[in-house]
């Protein structure tokens, strides 16, 4: 697969915005899916939001309306714009692909690890 690399992590204040970029993202099939999900040192995984094949975005409760998913098909990059930014959005930040959905929709998907999902390296994301 290919590898994908996120960028974009920062130090910022409340309230502030950052932009998200992953290079190297593509849709492989029809009944798959791209997004980013984040980890706090000590918490579990969590899923942030997702994009398919047609454009259709998902959301975690926890982000909904702050935070938007875009995708650009002919830079094979995957964007995330984060607004209003808050201290319990510090984690750090994976962009993840996952080949194929089975039968999760995409915000579930990101949210465990599934067969063939892959991830990059990740960029940290720091909110005070």
């Known amino acids: 697969h290919v590898q994908l690399v996120e960028s974009g992590g920062d130090s910022v204040q409340a309230g502030q915005s950052l932009m998200l970029s992953c290079e190297g993202s593509r849709f492989t099939t029809d009944d798959s899916a791209m997004g980013w999900f984040r980890q706090a040192p000590g918490k579990e995984r969590e899923a942030v939001a997702a994009?398919?094949?047609?454009?259709?975005?998902a959301y975690a409760d926890s982000v909904e309306g702050r935070f938007t998913i875009s995708q650009d098909n002919a830079k094979n990059t995957l964007y995330l714009q984060m607004n209003s930014l808050e201290p319990e959005d510090t984690a750090m930040y994976y962009c993840a692909a996952v080949p194929d959905l089975g039968h999760l929709t995409p915000i579930e998907a990101l949210g465990v690890i599934t067969p063939g999902q892959y991830w990059g390296q990740g960029t940290q994301v720091t909110v005070s």
């Open positions: 994009i398919e094949g047609d454009g259709s975005t």
